[in-house]
């Protein structure tokens, strides 16, 4: 009887731990799931999150590309421009017996800044090659930026119109006169009376039959009470990138 009795409460005792187990395993399988289920549901929460991020910087992207490419179009338009009113210009004062057409000589630049002084630079031909002290320097076409300061016998001194303390008489707008003063770095400054039309953006000329291009405004400062305006611009170009200028007779 002992046998029998103890052999009875063993299947009991087994089958207990099985139904255990199995609850266990299902526990474990429903927590496991929900585990899963909550993070595909926070990864949908965060996608959801990112989507209008993402539409706004691609919409913010566009929207600078637009810009950018209507500015190409804008100073494409006003350099083709430019160069079909000097074109004009010349032939008409041709026409009138007040031809402007000078003698150009190429000068490649060997040495610009920071290796010799600022709004300084060094080109490749000099008195052999019929430059002389006092020519005007041209970035190419219309666009004046210095004279010929020191020549040698291959080689001369360009000082730019931006060097500090040089100052020349140009028209903004090309009729408004302004004298302006060179601050260093292709920069330089003037003064117009209070109430004068200028904004960023307007061109500086020098007068005469043979104007050049002298530069663009980039900010105008006015306060209240003063009789003045002062303008500040800029070189036509930026002599750190000049390969090649030409000095006129």
């Known amino acids: 009887m002992a046998k ?16 255990a187990a199995l609850v266990w395993g299902v526990v474990l399988l429903c927590v496991f ?10 990864a949908g929460f965060f996608w959801d999150a990112l989507v209008p991020l993402q539409h706004f910087r691609s919409a913010l992207g566009a929207s600078d590309t637009t810009r950018l490419q209507a500015e190409l179009a804008s ?20 026409r009138l017996g007040r031809d402007a057409g000078v003698q150009t000589i190429l000068g490649g630049v060997i040495m610009r800044p920071p290796g010799i002084p600022y709004d300084t630079l060094i080109i490749d031909a000099g008195i052999a090659e019929g430059v002389t002290q006092g020519q005007l320097v041209y970035a190419g076409g219309t666009s004046l930026i210095g004279t010929v300061g020191q020549v040698y016998a291959h080689t001369a001194r360009v000082v730019l119109f931006s060097t500090a303390g040089e100052t020349y008489d140009v028209l903004l707008k090309g009729s408004v006169p302004l004298t302006m003063q060179g601050q260093g770095g292709g920069s330089f400054v003037g003064q117009v009376p209070a109430g004068t039309s200028v904004t960023a953006g307007d061109t500086l000329v020098f007068p005469g039959v043979a104007s050049g291009f002298a530069g663009v405004v980039v900010k105008v400062e006015s306060r209240q009470a003063e009789s003045f305006q002062t303008v500040y611009a800029r070189l036509p170009v930026d002599p750190l990138t000049l390969r090649y200028v030409e000095v006129r007779k």
Request: hydrophobic share 40%; aromatic share 8%; glycine share 16%.
């Open 4 to 19: 029998t009795f103890n052999t009875g409460r063993g299947r009991r005792g087994g089958m207990g731990g099985a139904s």
């Open 33 to 42: 799931g929900a585990v899963v289920f909550w993070r595909a549901s926070l």
């Open 75 to 94: 100073t494409t338009a006003r350099v083709a421009d430019r160069d079909a009113l000097y074109k004009e210009n010349i032939e008409l004062k041709a």
